[in-house]
């Protein structure tokens, strides 16, 4: 007896004819056919310094809006939607870790970490559910990501230290991807390796896929894909 073909998963993310320029540019900064991202996957994608790769994360978070394709999250046509609900799925759904961590000053770590949880109700919901609350699993992330030093001031922090509390505050409420631009840029070899082996339990933990963009290329091994966004974008081609 033949057993039926199961079903294909849904992508997470999707990119379909996705084009993007910059107002008054003569050509497409990006031109992307088609991109998929799984739930759970992790996806290296390699690019040089001004091919787009900032550009291209901005777009599928929500935050730019190609000029022509879509991009869905979720089901959801994000490029089409109101940007007020757009802003609401990028919160509840999508962690970002900025190259410059993006971290307020003013705020102690695990400050930093539960911001994300002020704006999103899915977040604080996904935490009770988890029968935790938002501070206590702040502290079990920056423990997790081997820092005990909640309580002070990211200003007081090591790079590496201020990148860990960025990742906790990504990762906290579990979102289904996590969005992460050249994070590691300022670490060792030694350094980088068990940061991402730290990252990577995390998600694994809560099933969140990982997009992580780097010029870097040592890193594409340790994904379950690795991709290169000058063999993606169509608009490279065409300019070169």
């Known amino acids: 007896m033949?057993?039926?073909?199961?079903?294909?998963?849904?992508?997470?993310?999707?990119?379909?004819?996705?084009?993007?320029?910059?107002p008054k540019a003569r050509h497409d900064l990006l031109h992307l056919r088609a991109l998929e991202i799984a739930p759970g996957e992790r996806v290296f994608l390699q690019g040089a310094s001004?091919?787009?790769?900032?550009?291209?994360?901005?777009?599928?978070?929500?935050v730019s809006r190609p000029q022509t394709g879509t991009v869905t999250l979720l089901g959801h046509t994000i490029s089409a939607l109101p940007q007020k609900r757009v802003d609401t799925l990028r919160a509840d759904h999508i962690g970002f870790v900025f190259q410059m961590f993006n971290l307020v000053p003013y705020l102690?770590?695990?400050q930093n970490v539960v911001l994300p949880c002020r704006f999103s109700a899915s977040?604080?919901?996904?935490?009770?559910?988890?029968?935790?609350?938002?501070?206590?699993?702040?502290?079990?992330?920056?423990?997790?990501?081997?820092?005990?030093?909640?309580?002070?001031?990211?200003?007081?922090?090591?790079?590496?230290?201020?990148?860990?509390?960025?990742?906790a505050r990504a990762l906290i409420g579990a979102p289904e991807l996590l969005i992460a631009d050249e994070p590691t840029s300022a670490l060792d070899e030694g350094t980088r390796e068990r940061f991402l082996e730290l990252l990577f339990s995390e998600c694994a933990a809560r099933h969140t896929a990982v997009l992580l963009v780097s010029h870097d290329a040592r890193m594409g091994q340790l994904f379950d894909r690795q991709l290169h966004l000058g063999d993606l974008n169509q608009a490279a081609k065409v300019r070169t």
């Open 50 to 62: 001004g091919s787009g790769k900032s550009s291209l994360l901005a777009l599928l978070g929500g």
């Open 108 to 110: 102690s770590a695990q």
């Open 123 to 167: 977040r604080r919901q996904r935490i009770r559910q988890a029968g935790t609350t938002v501070d206590a699993e702040a502290r079990r992330l920056l423990s997790a990501l081997e820092l005990a030093e909640e309580d002070r001031a990211v200003t007081d922090l090591s790079i590496g230290q201020q990148q860990r509390v960025a990742v």
């Open 2 to 22: 033949q057993l039926p073909t199961p079903a294909p998963v849904p992508a997470l993310l999707g990119v379909h004819d996705l084009r993007f320029r910059w």
